[in-house]
């Protein structure tokens, strides 16, 4: 199981820190990924960490700007987000090994 926090309503230009735990498995074996929905479109990817962490990818539109790390002795994941756009507007999921979380909701005024 995959349990996401720390969403919430936010400022153009301000950040947010989302967090994963995950429960019932040894997550820290896994690659683990954020992903992201807006409404009326498709999930997209926004960024994925490897099982060391020491390899990490990011979509576009938000690099340097959210950073992924993990804490394996924690089996969390975290998605540090800075210089929010109202774009980035969306329903955060945090996903591993064919499980997805709940989702949390983040939401960027102008």
């Known amino acids: 199981q995959l349990v996401e926090s720390g969403g919430g309503w936010v400022k153009n230009g301000e950040s947010l820190r989302l967090s994963c735990v995950g429960s019932?498995?040894?997550?820290?074996?896994?690659?683990m990924s954020w992903y992201r929905q807006a409404p009326g479109k498709e999930r997209e990817l926004v960024a994925a960490i490897s099982a060391d962490g020491a390899h990490t990818q990011y979509e576009d539109l938000v690099k340097g700007r959210f950073t992924i790390s993990r804490d394996n002795a924690k089996n969390s994941v975290y998605l540090q987000m800075n210089r929010l756009e109202p774009e980035d507007t969306a329903v955060y999921y945090c996903?591993?090994?064919?499980?997805w979380g709940q989702g949390t909701q983040v939401t960027v005024s102008s």
């Open positions: 019932g498995s040894n997550w820290s074996i896994f690659r």
């Open positions: 996903y591993g090994e064919r499980t």
